[in-house]
Structures are given as structure tokens and as C-alpha cells.
């Protein structure tokens, strides 16, 4: 099954920039949709950014459009999500998904003020 593990989480301060890294693996030799989904604490879960696997996007939620940015790596099945300008309100736990389906744990984002 398709394996998934994100990195780059942390705390900064508003205005700051973080780069969240995606992983994929046991995807096997074909082409899969990669998306970021976010869970701020109390509320439910928001798609952040999309490729599919067409390679059609990114497109992005109305809430970190020019902000944040995602892209492919070099590395098969790898993704980034390159977040700028961050604000308090992007405080989150981030979730890299595979293949609309496979999770990663999530690593947490803390946007101070």
C-alpha cells in the first residue's frame, strides 16, 4: 500500500516563510494525484492544494492562493508546499495525501503573531 511521510513543520512568526516535504512510496509505476489538506484546531479539514494525476494544477484554496505554492520534486512521487507570508490563521496540523487516499501523519504548523 502507498506509503506516505511529510517533514518541514514548525513554529514561526506571522510573515515568515516554511517548506513542508512530501514522500510517496509504494506507488508502483504510475502516476498519482498528490494533494495538502490542514486541520486548524477546532475546525474540520481544508484542502489546501491539489495536482492531480494528469499533472492538471496546482490549484489552491481561496485562503493561501499567492501565498503558498506546491510543486513536484525531482524525486518520483515527491512533493512541496512552499508557504509565504504565513499568518496566524494558517496555525494547522498539514497532511500530505497519495493517490486520494493515502495519509501521512500530518506535521504541525504554528504561525505566532
Known amino acids: 500500500q502507498v506509503q506516505v511521510t511529510e517533514s518541514g513543520g514548525g513554529k514561526v512568526q506571522a510573515g515568515e516563510s516554511l517548506r513542508l516535504s512530501c514522500a510517496a512510496s509504494n506507488v508502483g509505476f504510475r502516476s498519482i494525484a498528490m494533494a495538502w489538506f490542514r486541520q486548524a484546531p477546532g475546525k474540520g479539514l481544508e484542502k489546501v492544494a491539489q495536482?492531480?494525476?494528469?499533472?492538471?494544477?496546482?490549484v489552491y484554496a481561496d485562503s493561501v492562493k499567492g501565498r503558498f505554492i506546491m510543486s513536484r520534486g525531482d524525486a518520483e512521487n515527491t512533493v512541496y508546499l512552499q508557504m509565504n507570508s504565513l499568518k496566524p490563521e494558517d496555525t494547522a496540523v498539514y497532511y500530505c495525501?497519495?493517490?486520494?487516499?493515502?495519509w501521512g501523519r500530518g506535521t504541525q504548523v504554528t504561525v505566532s503573531s
Open positions: 495525501v497519495a493517490d486520494e487516499s493515502a
Open positions: 495536482i492531480s494525476r494528469n499533472g492538471e494544477g496546482p
